[in-house]
């Protein structure tokens, strides 16, 4: 398995990234991509994004595990009242004063009603400052129906798209049971990048049944002929419990080994590179700084809060007295999750304080996805009595990774190597084990699921 799916209802997880070697590629790998403005330590406690998490497909993809079910009644207004009121009550809890992005993931969130979208954002603008302009992603499935929103959902106050193009291989999007054919894909991305320019991403996946390294190049240079300024990478995973899980173990349907899997993602890089698009993330590619910056704002390690059936959020509950980090995780199922927000405000099921060590090892494992890798003044903010120089450069195990190139520990901070980062799998075990000497041991009580009133 690899590269890098950001799982959306759970950014806090990452997918494992093979060990293989690559060739080294020079260039503006390390060039720096602007991210959102420097805050300082007040008011990173009092922002926040928000992820927003529409739950419902028309059909279930044969390879995916997401939370998504398949609608069967017809509660738009009942779903839109209750993500109001959750977004309310969090917003409230956590006492952010303003929000630095928002998106709208699923699921098929643009299978939601373009005033629903509206709606949420009026109780986010009610509840806690927007500046202007701020990043506001809605993920599109590229149908029909999906690119005749697209003006109403930009409207509603949506200015960037993220299309799941997945392939541009017709035959291809059969075998994954997509419900768009690439000549869709093609027109959403255009009607997309004409309402918001320069702020349409596309995901594509690769390691596909059938798919060759010929195959991937033509289809990443078709791609590059049409797209805008963002493409997500995504090593197709092929998860238990899924339609393409079953097909792989019967022998019915083969998946691409992993060293062919490893030369995509390899020619992808150069092909990318080559078309001025610079990787700033282990899937993700930007030309023109057209980052995300919701995402940049899970890698950075700054507080998000999830709202929406199995979203999950990051932050302080400052309104009930809170001064700790807590994983919050709402409950799965839409109907469930309907009845105890509307009973008490929010359907928070799991709550798990992150103490020191925990909030170290989520900065380290997101912070090292990024090109950039972990600043000094990042870790500072997590780490303020015990620098990265004291945490990893005395390690005799983490002396032989940098002194083979595959980690870099210099006065600008930790990171990966270009090499390195396709080994991030296999390198963050050695630095985990550095935090687990450095740091406390975990609090007991930081992975008990606490029960909560209303
Ligand atoms: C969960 S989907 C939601 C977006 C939208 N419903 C769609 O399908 O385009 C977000 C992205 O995750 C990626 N994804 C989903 N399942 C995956 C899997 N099993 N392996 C790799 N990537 C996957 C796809 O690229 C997809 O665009
Ligand atoms: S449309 Fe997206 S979320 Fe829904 S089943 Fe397909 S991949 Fe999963």
């Given at each position: 398995?690899?590269?890098?799916?950001?799982?959306?209802?759970?950014?806090?997880?990452?997918?494992?990234?093979?060990?293989?070697?690559?060739r080294?590629l020079?260039?503006?790998?390390?060039?720096?991509?602007?991210?959102?403005?420097?805050?300082?330590?007040?008011?990173?406690?009092?922002?926040?994004?928000?992820?927003?998490?529409?739950?419902?497909?028309?059909?279930?993809?044969?390879?995916?595990?997401?939370?998504?079910?398949?609608?069967?009644?017809?509660?738009?207004?009942?779903?839109?009242?209750?993500?109001?009121?959750?977004?309310?009550?969090?917003?409230?809890?956590?006492?952010?004063?303003?929000?630095?992005?928002?998106?709208?993931?699923?699921?098929?969130?643009?299978?939601?009603?373009?005033?629903?979208?509206?709606?949420?954002?009026?109780?986010?603008?009610?509840?806690?400052?927007?500046?202007?302009?701020?990043?506001?992603?809605?993920?599109?499935?590229?149908?029909?129906?999906?690119?005749?929103?697209?003006?109403?959902?930009?409207?509603?106050?949506?200015?960037?798209?993220?299309?799941?193009?997945?392939?541009?291989?017709?035959?291809?999007?059969?075998?994954?049971?997509?419900?768009?054919?690439?000549?869709?894909?093609?027109?959403?991305?255009?009607?997309?990048?004409?309402?918001?320019?320069?702020?349409?991403?596309?995901?594509?996946?690769?390691?596909?049944?059938?798919?060759?390294?010929?195959?991937?190049?033509?289809?990443?240079?078709?791609?590059?002929?049409?797209?805008?300024?963002?493409?997500?990478?995504?090593?197709?995973?092929?998860?238990?419990?899924?339609?393409?899980?079953?097909?792989?173990?019967?022998?019915?349907?083969?998946?691409?080994?992993?060293?062919?899997?490893?030369?995509?993602?390899q020619r992808a890089r150069e092909i990318l590179h080559q078309?001025?698009?610079?990787?700033?993330?282990?899937?993700?590619?930007?030309?023109?700084?057209?980052?995300?910056?919701?995402?940049?704002?899970?890698?950075?390690?700054?507080?998000?809060?999830?709202?929406?059936?199995?979203?999950?959020?990051?932050?302080?509950?400052?309104?009930?007295?809170?001064?700790?980090?807590?994983?919050?995780?709402?409950?799965?199922?839409?109907?469930?999750?309907?009845?105890?927000?509307?009973?008490?405000?929010?359907?928070?099921?799991?709550?798990?304080?992150?103490?020191?060590?925990?909030?170290?090892?989520?900065?380290?494992?997101?912070?090292?996805?990024?090109?950039?890798?972990?600043?000094?003044?990042?870790?500072?903010?997590?780490?303020?009595?015990?620098?990265?120089?004291?945490?990893?450069?005395?390690?005799?195990?983490?002396?032989?990774?940098?002194?083979?190139?595959?980690?870099?520990?210099?006065?600008?901070?930790?990171?990966?190597?270009?090499?390195?980062?396709?080994?991030?799998?296999?390198?963050?075990?050695?630095?985990?084990?550095?935090?687990?000497?450095?740091?406390?041991?975990?609090?007991?009580?930081?992975?008990?699921?606490?029960?909560?009133?209303?």
């Open positions: 398995m690899l590269f890098g799916m950001l799982c959306l209802t759970s950014p806090g997880l990452t997918r494992a990234l093979p060990a293989y070697n690559v080294v020079a260039g503006h790998f390390f060039s720096s991509i602007a991210g959102s403005v420097d805050l300082n330590e007040d008011a990173l406690q009092r922002t926040a994004s928000v992820y927003v998490h529409w739950p419902y497909c028309l059909r279930r993809c044969s390879y995916c595990n997401f939370n998504k079910y398949i609608s069967r009644s017809n509660n738009n207004d009942t779903m839109t009242e209750c993500l109001q009121r959750e977004t309310q009550t969090l917003l409230q809890l956590s006492q952010v004063s303003s929000v630095t992005s928002v998106f709208f993931g699923g699921g098929t969130p643009s299978l939601a009603h373009p005033s629903t979208i509206e709606a949420v954002l009026n109780s986010v603008s009610k509840h806690a400052h927007i500046p202007q302009n701020v990043e506001v992603t809605l993920e599109v499935n590229p149908t029909p129906l999906g690119r005749s929103k697209l003006k109403d959902f930009y409207h509603a106050g949506v200015n960037r798209f993220s299309v799941g193009v997945q392939s541009l291989s017709d035959d291809d999007l059969v075998i994954l049971e997509r419900d768009h054919s690439s000549h869709d894909a093609l027109c959403t991305i255009e009607e997309a990048s004409r309402l918001c320019p320069g702020r349409v991403s596309v995901d594509l996946m690769f390691g596909r049944p059938r798919q060759t390294i010929q195959s991937w190049d033509s289809e990443l240079k078709e791609m590059l002929q049409v797209c805008d300024d963002h493409l997500s990478l995504y090593q197709l995973t092929v998860e238990r419990g899924t339609q393409l899980f079953k097909q792989v173990q019967s022998g019915k349907v083969t998946v691409p080994g992993d060293d062919v899997t490893a030369e995509m993602y078309h001025g698009f610079c990787q700033y993330e282990v899937s993700n590619f930007a030309r023109h700084n057209a980052v995300s910056h919701h995402n940049l704002s899970y890698w950075k390690g700054r507080q998000y809060i999830g709202v929406g059936p199995g979203a999950h959020g990051r932050f302080v509950p400052l309104g009930e007295g809170g001064d700790c980090r807590e994983a919050r995780t709402q409950t799965l199922e839409p109907e469930v999750w309907m009845c105890e927000v509307q009973k008490k405000g929010h359907g928070t099921r799991r709550r798990i304080q992150l103490h020191q060590r925990e909030l170290i090892e989520e900065v380290l494992v997101m912070g090292m996805r990024m090109t950039k890798g972990i600043t000094h003044r990042h870790w500072q903010r997590f780490s303020p009595h015990v620098n990265l120089h004291r945490v990893f450069g005395t390690s005799l195990d983490v002396q032989g990774l940098l002194q083979s190139g595959k980690l870099i520990l210099d006065e600008r901070g930790l990171r990966c190597s270009y090499e390195g980062l396709t080994l991030l799998d296999s390198i963050l075990p050695t630095l985990l084990l550095e935090i687990e000497q450095i740091y406390a041991p975990k609090q007991k009580d930081s992975f008990k699921v606490r029960k909560i009133g209303s």
